[in-house]
T-cell receptor, first 113, second 110 residues
Framework: DTGVSQNPRHKITKRGQNVTFRCDPI?????LYWYRQTLGQGPEFLTY????????KSRLLSDRFSAERPKGSFSTLEIQRTEQGDSAMYLC???????????FGPGTRLTVL | KNEVEQSPQNLTAQEGEFITINCSYS?????LHWLQQHPGGGIVSLFM???GKKKHGRLIATINIQEKHSSLHITASHPRDSAVYIC????????????FGQGTTLQVKP
């Protein structure tokens, strides 16, 4: 499968725990995006990488959130001290440098108890 | 007011009906996506438009740049079309980030 993959697909955690999600974009896609989608809403932009550089972060991304893309390939999104309000679907998308379209992964559904 | 607005929020149709979902945006864009999301599933890109009209099977997407409006049409709707349909605007600029509408939940009844 050469699409965008995300792991894990589901994560249930207790409030206060740290969680880390992984996104593997389509090979050679320079751009990588993280979005968050809460129930009944459209996704919201969180952050964007061009290769390994994190070029934009939404104000939704509090200091408990950190994202990395260390070698310009896969990316991780970590949430520290999770809160119930962090429960959502976390979506990753990638695109080539000059393309307009984005390819989405299946998402990681986080439930914070 | 959201930068990307969709209507209706919910839509129920009978199998075979012609369906239209509308999307209006207030920002400058370089392209507009129509996306499909099934319950518990990931997002699939249906169309990406920067002008005019595109057709794929029973799906048609149109965009009017001057009016900042796009529509997604489904002809001869089928229960398997039941899903959430989301429009997302790619803003002018270098990042390419998408601004999403809130989605339209479509249920097609047999």
């Amino acid at each position: 499968d050469t699409g965008v993959s995300q792991n894990p697909r589901h994560k249930i955690t207790k409030r206060g725990q740290n969680v880390t999600f992984r996104c593997d974009p389509i090979s050679e896609h320079n751009r990588l995006y993280w979005y968050r989608q809460t129930l009944g809403q459209g996704p919201e932009f969180l952050t964007y990488f061009q290769n390994e550089a994190q070029l934009e972060k939404s104000r939704l991304l509090s200091d408990r959130f950190s994202a990395e893309r260390p070698k310009g390939s896969f990316s991780t999104l970590e949430i520290q001290r999770t809160e119930q309000g962090d429960s959502a679907m976390y979506l990753c998308a990638s695109s080539p440098w000059s393309a307009l379209g984005q390819f989405f992964g299946p998402g990681t559904r986080l439930t914070v108890l | 007011k959201n930068e990307v607005e969709q209507s209706p929020q919910n839509l129920t149709a009978q199998e075979g009906e012609f369906i239209t979902i509308n999307c209006s945006y207030s920002v400058g864009i370089s392209a507009l996506h129509w996306l499909q999301q099934h319950p518990g599933g990931g997002i699939v890109s249906l169309f990406m438009l920067s002008s005019g009209k595109k057709k794929h099977g029973r799906l048609i997407a149109t965009i009017n740049i001057q009016e900042k409006h796009s529509s997604l049409h489904i002809t001869a709707s089928h229960p398997r079309d039941s899903a959430v349909y989301i429009c997302a605007a790619k803003r002018d600029g270098n990042t390419g980030k998408l601004i999403f509408g809130q989605g339209t939940t479509l249920q097609v009844k047999p």
